[in-house]
């Protein structure tokens, strides 16, 4: 991604949102369509057309749990671990999504690059706890621990977005 680029997306937000600093999420978010996270290239475009020091727009990207500065999987699966779904059972479904996967228990991606695994605070779901979201597009529950091998199944072999909105 390339500051042009990131100006192209920008220009019809510009009357909408004056202040750069307000176009720094919707630019961010679009850097991140082309391979699902930020690199330092992806950063500098950014802090380009807004205008915004490159510190500050990693500082931005870095809080947001939704701007992955660090490759990610071909799809992302955030298990809810709130309240509602913790006492449902989400810690488990975590623990057993990650040991499917081979990953250490704070999660990550598969080494195939396939998947990765992620907490996420409230989902919206509680009724159907304890809920699971794949990529944004996704959120499905309840998903109990004893589904989660027939889950990631489910997820691996579901096509890719073409657009990589996270």
């Known amino acids: ?3 042009d680029q990131v100006n192209a997306y920008l220009a019809p937000l510009r009357d909408r949102y004056p202040e750069s600093r307000a176009l720094i999420l919707p630019a961010l978010k679009y850097a991140q369509t082309e391979k699902g ?4 290239e992806d950063l500098e475009a950014v802090a380009e057309a807004t205008g915004l020091t ?3 727009v990693e500082s931005v990207a870095s809080f947001y749990d939704r701007l992955y500065l660090r490759p990610t999987g071909r799809r992302i699966v955030s298990v ?5 779904c913790m006492l449902r059972g989400s ?3 975590y623990a057993r999504l990650c040991d499917l996967e081979g990953l250490p228990p704070e999660g990550g991606t ?3 690059g396939g998947v990765t695994i992620q907490t996420a605070q409230c989902l919206g779901y ?3 706890a304890p809920c699971v979201q794949v990529d944004v ?17 489910k997820v691996r072999a579901a096509a890719q977005p073409t657009e990589v909105w996270r």
């Open 126 to 128: 509680c009724d159907k």
């Open 137 to 153: 597009d996704e959120t499905e529950g309840p998903v109990l621990p004893d589904e989660a091998e027939e889950f990631l199944a």
């Open 110 to 112: 598969s080494e195939d």
């Open 54 to 56: 490159s510190a500050y």
């Open 1 to 3: 991604m390339n500051a």
């Open 37 to 40: 996270w930020l690199d330092l």
């Open 80 to 84: 809810c671990v709130t309240l509602s």
């Open 91 to 93: 810690d488990q479904l």
